[in-house]
DNA sequence: TGCTATCATTTGACAAGTCAACGATTGATT
DNA sequence: AATCAATCGTTGACTTGTCAAATGATAGCA
């Protein structure tokens, strides 16, 4: 494998990284990123933000943002934990719950951004990516 | 195919893409678009901004600001084409051309950021992006 | 010739990520 | 009890991408 090559690879990597996050993006109305954020912290409860940090391996900085947007937009709360004032818990409103079930009932599972790939497909991209993403 | 899985996808994509930039980066001192953005210069000889723009499927404006940040390194000349005032022609510079060779040459084949993945695994993974990235 | 449309590049404003430095808290050690 | 180190979150500076408006150049046409 010449480095020619894996640089051609790495590229396509990342021209469908933005053409796939803008596509949900237009899709669903929420932003890859901020969706998945929602997400975790539904399915957490209630978590700090270095729990999501974590969970998304992405950086501090970037949750603190994501969730002063999310904050305005009244989709999410946060207080600060009485017990450790360093920390933050985070959870979903009632109306980020209510938007992303609406959100999901209106997403049509046949022409979605991946439908151009078969279920096996992506089930073999998804493995492919896991064993990129480990260390 | 449920919202939240496609999500899940998605985000690894993402994850996928930051992980290996990076990486690719720290181990050959080239920015992968910039380092991209050099092979295609470098094979197409001489060419236009816009073609560039097109065989990278990237923004305009990007290409002017990485095309100023490797004419300050010295890896590019651009010049307005005399023929058709409006375009700029580009080429590498010697400068360019060793440094990618001296980049090249240190390259361990063996042991690259994509190590994790065998050369079949690495043609499936091609497959399936080219898929993503066709329209 | 002069207008107008189009084309190529540039610039400005924004989004989303990183890292590094900071402030506030907490926990541990002496 | 006082200090010192570690942890959590925030902020600022920077990178790299986008889109949209501005600029400059050319081409077609009345």
Chains 1, 2 share one sequence.
Do not use: P, W
């Not at 996050?21 to 901020?34: I, N």
């Not at 729990?51 to 943002?65: F, G, L, P, Q, W």
Request: glycine letters at 2%; aromatic letters at 4%; a negative charge.
């Amino acid at each position: 494998m010449e480095l020619r090559d894996v640089s051609r690879l790495l590229y396509q990597i990342k021209l469908a990284d933005q053409r796939v996050a803008t596509a949900f993006e237009t899709e669903t109305g929420f932003s890859l990123t901020r969706y998945e954020m929602l997400m975790v912290v539904g399915e957490k409860g209630v978590c700090s933000q270095s729990e999501i940090k974590d969970a998304m391996k992405i950086d501090n900085a970037a949750v603190t943002r994501h969730l002063k947007i999310l904050e305005d937009k009244g989709y999410v709360l946060r207080e600060r934990n009485t017990a450790n004032h360093r920390e933050v818990f985070v959870r979903l409103t009632d109306d980020a719950a209510h938007a992303l079930q609406t959100c999901e009932r209106n997403h049509d599972t046949s022409s979605h951004v991946m439908s151009v790939l078969s279920d096996d497909e992506m089930a073999q991209l998804s493995v492919l990516l896991k064993k990129l993403n480990q260390v």
